[in-house]
């Protein structure tokens, strides 16, 4: 007599395949991985010091009058970094008016806060390019370019992103980090300024930190 062949196993249609489980596992890790690099920087300080976020640290750039300025023009005195480009359509100079409003709103204090826009340009946005195009906005915004070694070394040193995005012909435009950095006195990393609030809110929060 035959042995009888062994019926293949049947299969749950609710257990999901090794196949499928795969990419799955390797979509929630990564959604992990990034999930944990936004909490390292935006986490404020309060929570994680600078030295831990690994925000903040030298640079050496050229501000809009031509003059070499490097991380030591901003020790003692609190300050806001916002990396964007003088061809930005409208996150930049939308930013760039929130930050005059609060500005505005700080009165007499906004003396104790610098400003520095940090271009991730350097092609088009030369030392005079920045001074006309902040012209438009509050003249305390420092604005900050250099050559694109230099600004590349900054876009790091704040653990920032920029990229350059090719267009039609030779025109290009820049993917950037949006974030307004809040620094303190010594070059650490405080925070993530939220503008999505009036200019009063923010200035009430920023008065903490004068």
């Given at each position: 007599?035959?042995?009888?062949v062994p019926l293949p196993e049947a299969k749950n249609p609710m257990r999901p395949s090794r196949r499928v489980l795969l990419p799955i596992a390797a979509f929630v890790a990564g959604l992990v991985a990034l999930s944990a690099a936004a909490v390292i920087?935006?986490?404020?300080?309060?929570?994680?010091?600078?030295?831990?976020?690994?925000?903040?640290?030298?640079?050496?750039?050229?501000?809009?009058?031509?003059?070499?300025?490097?991380?030591?023009?901003?020790?003692?005195?609190?300050?806001?970094?916002?990396?964007?480009?003088?061809?930005?359509?409208?996150?930049?100079?939308?930013?760039?008016?929130?930050?005059?409003?609060?500005?505005?709103?700080?009165?007499?204090?906004?003396?104790?806060?610098?400003?520095?826009?940090?271009?991730?340009?350097?092609?088009?946005?030369?030392?005079?390019?920045?001074?006309?195009?902040?012209?438009?906005?509050?003249?305390?915004?420092?604005?900050?370019?250099?050559?694109?070694?230099?600004?590349?070394?900054?876009?790091?040193?704040?653990?920032?992103?920029?990229?350059?995005?090719?267009?039609?012909?030779?025109?290009?435009?820049?993917?950037?980090?949006?974030?307004?950095?809040?620094?303190?006195?010594?070059?650490?990393?405080?925070?993530?300024?939220?503008?999505?609030?009036?200019?009063?809110?923010?200035?009430?929060?920023?008065?903490?930190?004068?």
């Amino acid at each position: 007599m035959r042995a009888p062949v062994p019926l293949p196993e049947a299969k749950n249609p609710m257990r999901p395949s090794r196949r499928v489980l795969l990419p799955i596992a390797a979509f929630v890790a990564g959604l992990v991985a990034l999930s944990a690099a936004a909490v390292i920087t935006l986490v404020p300080q309060g929570r994680q010091g600078a030295s831990a976020s690994g925000i903040g640290g030298p640079f050496t750039l050229v501000n809009q009058d031509g003059r070499t300025v490097t991380e030591r023009d901003f020790v003692g005195t609190p300050y806001l970094a916002f990396f964007g480009f003088t061809h930005c359509p409208d996150i930049c100079p939308t930013a760039l008016q929130q930050i005059s409003d609060v500005l505005a709103a700080l009165g007499p204090k906004a003396d104790r806060l610098k400003v520095a826009f940090v271009t991730v340009d350097p092609e088009r946005d030369r030392p005079e390019t920045l001074k006309t195009y902040l012209s438009s906005f509050d003249p305390r915004i420092v604005g900050l370019t250099g050559s694109p070694e230099q600004v590349a070394a900054a876009v790091k040193t704040f653990r920032a992103y920029a990229k350059k995005v090719p267009g039609q012909g030779d025109d290009y435009t820049m993917e950037h980090t949006a974030l307004v950095y809040l620094m303190d006195a010594r070059n650490g990393f405080v925070g993530a300024v939220n503008l999505n609030r009036s200019p009063q809110e923010t200035a009430a929060e920023l008065q903490k930190h004068l």
